[in-house]
């Protein structure tokens, strides 16, 4: 049977795959096994509940409430606000426990959980799977005062806007640059917006009316024409893209040019670099970061540790190593100093403060890499776990790496979130980049159709 957790919590069609009841139980079971782990100390414990705006989360929200409230854990609802300032409070108010309810950059019908344990670090492989094993056990329930109680928190979004504020300095000023964010209808609708603002920058909002249905609809980090004209018809000096719990940022430069989480790694990195602030001189990338962003860190004195795909394990190896900065292709970026996840609306204001500070356009900043030719197909219709183990598609990864060498890489894996399995091939050219990673694709096809 399938693992319940992906990279990044539990996902699905909500009022499907992910109900009221599997929200429920998972919320006892996390809080059992939380407790049982020594997270709780022997104290009453606390937990914090956030969401994105999704209509579902509305009752998700319920449900998982219920959950810990009934398993004797003390609830305080955040109501509707960023994965990262989930984690941010859990940290700032000694929190024993997060929850954040999200399908992040997933289309409207899908919602997700996620918990955070003390800190607001994501939960480990470990922990995970003993809240799965767990669940729809028997239990002794507590009963009177040993139940939680709930309460809602309405300082939240103020709290996490000053530690935003606050991350680039005491008298830290963006005025002078003009930014269009991207606010994909989520999470961050108020939250950037009132943070850039804060600073002094003129912002231009789009898709900052989310209505419970509208969620990355045609909007945010996975949907970049409507951020990208705006800052060209605004004259705007770059643009934010976030997707619906913003914790992704995607930048687009004054002409209208992507800037992809590897660019915005490489500009931040360089920027740690020269202010001492990159510990060991190294940054935290995926497998699936382009071999572009590797061969500029060299240029600069800089290593790049590679882990798995999925934020929570670039987390893993910057809290084992130290490491400062790391992140994703899919703009997944960590600041360890300020953040313990992907903070879209931190990443893009130490973008734009990075940009006044060496007085360059954000064209200019991101030239310092160079990007291989990319090609990344998603096969659907296929069983993705079996791609690991079929020796003909196994053979095919590596004869197609055979050919490419030094000059480009080939990585085929099962995606965490989505019931695909994704061919990502780098070469010299954009054509044969294209050819390789077809032929791979029509292998996986072949091999592993249901």
Known sequence: MARLFGTDGVRGVANDELTAELALDLSVAAAHILGEAGAFSGHRPTA????????????LEAAVVAGLASAGVD???????????????????????GVMISASHNPMPDNGIKFFSKGGVKLDDYLEDAIEARMGETWNRPIGDAVGRVRTDLGAVDRYVDHLVMSLGEG???????????????????????????????????????????????????HMAAVTARVISEGADLGIALDGDADRCMAIDAEGNLVDGDKILAVLAIAMKEEHRLHSDTLVATVMSNLGLTNAMREHGIR??????????????????????GGEQSGHVIISEFANTGDGTLTGLHLAARMLATGKSLRELASVMTVLPQVVINVRGVDKLRAGIDNEVQSAVTAAAKRLGNTGRVLLRPSGTEPVVRVMVEAPTQDEAKELAEALAAKVKERLAL
């Open 48 to 59: 914090l509940v956030g969401r994105d705006p999704r209509a579902s989360g509305e009752f």
């Open 75 to 97: 609830v305080i609802r955040l109501g509707v606000l960023p994965t990262p300032a989930v984690a941010f409070l859990v940290n700032d108010t000694s929190a024993d426990l």
């Open 172 to 222: 830290a000023s963006l005025a002078g640059l003009k930014v269009v964010i991207d606010c994909a209808h989520g999470a961050a609708s108020t939250t950037a917006v009132q943070a850039f603002t804060a600073l002094g920058a003129e912002t231009v909002a789009i898709h900052a009316q989310p209505d419970g249905l509208n969620i990355n609809d045609h909007a945010g980090s996975t």
């Open 304 to 325: 790049v540790d590679q882990t798995k795909v999925g934020d929570r394990y670039v987390l893993e190896s910057m809290n084992a190593n130290g490491f400062a900065l």
